[in-house]
């Protein structure tokens, strides 16, 4: 797909959600940072309501680690793998406290050093919280992106530098939440809304869907 094209598909997208943030809660880079943390293998729908149990205990670093890895896990535990979740966070605000004043970090080498934050959790919290051009691939980005031609790839981290390649540089700011948010409301997995669908006509997948 040419960067024409790709512009054309981020102005229609920018059309209907201009300024499109992800579906977390969250009131701080901190807070954002544990949602995402949590986020791995769970829905944002219950990752909010496991937040909603622990945020109002432990807003920071140092509330966190005064509250424990036992009572965090408490609060999470309607989530998958929770265990090993509190077991990170706990690791995480002892990191954040020690090396970096109870802030967190705002390069990708340092927040990739936290336990349970990889590249895609690092690029979430750079665009984010900190208005980088970054993309962070998850199952939606990716399918979209191979679906429709934007930028195909057998892995992540190809689908990641092809989109970085291709989306014009004035789209990139907000291209990972218009492209999350399409993958989870229109370009379905099992069966994508393409009747319904703004950037149909602009994309390549050649099993569009009739209803």
Known sequence: ????????????????????????????????????????????????????????????????????EEEVAECIRTLGLYNTKAKNVIATCRILVEQHGGEVPRTRRALEALPGV???????????????????????????????????????????????????QPYLRHAHHWLILHGRYTCLARRPQCDSCRIADLCEYPHKTNT
């Open 118 to 168: 990889g590249r895609k959790t690092a690029n979430v919290i750079l665009n984010t919280a900190f208005g980088e051009p970054t993309i962070a691939v998850d199952t939606h980005i990716f399918r979209v992106a191979n679906r429709t031609g934007m930028a195909p790839g057998k892995n992540v981290r190809a689908v990641e530098d092809g989109l970085l390649a291709v989306i014009p």
């Open 1 to 68: 797909m040419t960067p024409e094209t790709c512009g054309e598909i981020m102005r229609r997208l920018a059309e209907v959600d201009p300024e499109p943030t992800t579906e977390l809660e969250y009131s701080s880079p901190f807070e954002l940072l544990i949602a995402v943390v949590l986020s791995a293998q769970s829905t944002d729908v219950g990752v909010n309501k496991a937040t909603a149990r622990l945020f109002p205990q432990a807003r920071t670093p140092e509330q966190m680690l005064a509250l424990g």
